[in-house]
């Protein structure tokens, strides 16, 4: 006797129920159900479990005879697409044992404003330097894009600039409002973060967006763009502030460093170190931890001693728009929006964090 014909999954009714559970992600493995996340935990859509032969015909529904190539050679594919009256979605492809699976990641079409979502007041000012390097750090899914994303609507809503971004892959895509903008997508419209920042600047930019400093040659390049006149935005997979600078710098050799510090001190106007946690009664929160450059910090990053920044950074914060992930951690507990547990669970620092909380 035959075997029952696969009934067809609508990969495209499956990412709507995305945007109905006000979710931010999208899974497909074979073996499971189909999940969706919501406040940051993985949720089954109670639908019949996937096998290898459902989450191929879905995963190949959505992208061309190049696309499916590039996968079928390397087993990874990263890219993105929009669907129609419902968001962009960042996607990407990969194997298991099993087959393929899918994660897909949901991009609001709509650019949020610098106050949507509590981004901290002074950014509206960082983001008016006519040069320098603001860095948006954090791990994945803590915010990053959408932060970024908010700063260059603030500037194009704003100012009449030319905004050049590289991306991998292009995720809110900017409409001209003031500003114009160039969106490249490494890959499809450019060799390489690399290849795309060298000709950047024979493209009259003001405003260079990064989408990841991943290696020597992209940061080496930001860097030089932010020295000579342009504000450049970048993300690194970093946790604190401090741990970003010492990223950037450790990724040279030990004969260059001591001109990377130089470099950095100079030109990095801010970092900004996100994470995303559950906030109480649902949804989810971000702390923001701001370091922003100053005399002080400047010579700190110059001489080497990257140790003692976070001391500088609880130092008079009301005048230098400083602050910290604890400071954040401490207020959200205090305002009764998170749980100790995701406190300290969260902090880059759990250990002070835990002794401030057992004298208060």
């Known amino acids: 006797m035959a075997e029952p014909e696969l009934k067809p999954i609508d990969i495209k009714k499956l990412l709507k129920s995305v945007l109905h559970f006000d979710s931010s992600d999208l899974h497909l493995v074979p073996g499971a159900e189909p999940q969706i996340r919501i406040d940051k935990k993985l949720k089954p859509l109670n639908l019949p479990i996937l096998d290898a032969q459902q989450v191929e015909e879905m995963a190949y529904s959505l ?6 190539k590039e996968f079928e050679e390397h087993n990874e594919l990263d890219f993105s697409f929009e669907l129609e009256n419902v968001g962009r979605f960042r ?30 007041p002074i950014f509206k000012k960082l983001i008016k ?14 915010g990053k894009s959408t932060t970024l994303a908010s700063m260059l609507n603030e500037i194009n809503i704003t100012e009449n600039k030319h905004i050049i971004t590289i991306e991998d892959p292009v995720e809110f895509v900017h409409k001209n ?13 450019t060799e390489s973060f690399k290849a795309a920042l060298k000709y950047a600047l024979r493209q009259d930019p003001d405003v260079i967006l990064v989408g990841e400093m991943r290696d020597k040659e992209t940061i080496s390049a930001a860097l030089t763009a932010a020295e000579t006149g342009h504000i450049v935005f970048g993300t690194l997979h970093t946790n604190s502030a401090p741990s970003t600078i010492n990223r950037i710098i450790d990724v040279f050799d030990a004969g260059e460093q001591a001109q990377v510090r130089a470099q ?97």
């Not at 992208?63 to 499916?68: C, F, G, P």
């Not at 409002?177 to 419209?189: A, D, H, I, P, T």
């Open 91 to 120: 996607v990407n492809y990969y194997r298991v044992i099993d087959g393929i699976a899918c994660a897909f990641r949901m991009i609001p079409i709509e650019i949020p404003n610098l106050e949507k979502f509590g981004n901290n």
């Open 63 to 68: 992208i061309e005879d190049k696309q499916k």
């Open 177 to 189: 409002q003031k500003s114009l903008f160039s969106q490249r997508e490494v890959g499809e419209n």
């Open 264 to 360: 950095l001190s100079s030109s990095l106007i801010s970092v900004i170190s996100q994470t995303i946690m559950p906030r109480l009664g649902g949804g989810v929160i971000a702390t923001q931890e701001v370091l922003i450059t100053n005399p002080a910090i400047q010579n700190l990053i110059r001489e080497d001693k990257v140790h003692q920044l976070y001391s500088q950074m609880q130092l008079n914060q009301n005048e230098t728009h400083m602050v910290t992930q604890t400071d954040q951690l401490l207020e959200f507990l205090q305002q009764n929006k998170i749980s100790k547990e995701t406190a300290i669970r969260s902090s880059n620092r759990p250990a002070e964090l835990q002794k401030i909380i057992e004298n208060l």
């Open 129 to 142: 330097k006519e040069k320098g390097l603001i860095l948006v750090t954090g791990p994945t899914g803590s």
